[in-house]
């Protein structure tokens, strides 16, 4: 999506790291991705090392959405994930079954 930072898209076993002092800001989604149906599993980690941001300007800082266990997505944060929804999602991490959590820390 033209709008996010990174855009993962359907694609699996894509890893990501936010180097301490990084930055990842984008106009929707800081980090998006899931899998394109309920029979495809689809595997995603990242990590966002301590002074580093992921942010979410009109959405999610980290937004992965699944279907069932055949999606996994691990995240370790020692940053901070902000999402702000001026028009829409805005949290800090949305695991795509409705369980959002501001994922500040």
């Known amino acids: 999506m033209g709008d ?3 855009g993962a898209q359907n694609n ?3 890893v990501i790291t ?3 002092g990084g930055s ?4 929707r989604h800081g980090i998006t991705g899931g899998a394109s149906d309920n029979l495809t599993g689809f595997l995603t980690a990242g ?3 301590g002074n580093a941001s992921i ?3 009109d959405g999610t800082g980290l937004n992965l959405d699944g279907f069932n266990a055949k999606q996994k997505a691990t995240s370790v944060n020692a940053g901070t994930i902000t999402g702000n929804g001026a028009a829409g999602d805005g949290d800090g991490s ?3 079954s409705g369980g959002k959590s501001p994922a500040t820390g």
């Open 94 to 96: 949305d695991d795509g």
């Open 47 to 49: 990590t966002n090392q």
């Open 18 to 20: 936010n180097f301490s």
């Open 55 to 57: 942010t979410g300007n």
């Open 24 to 27: 990842i800001v984008a106009a």
């Open 4 to 6: 996010d930072g990174i």
């Open 12 to 14: 699996t076993r894509v």
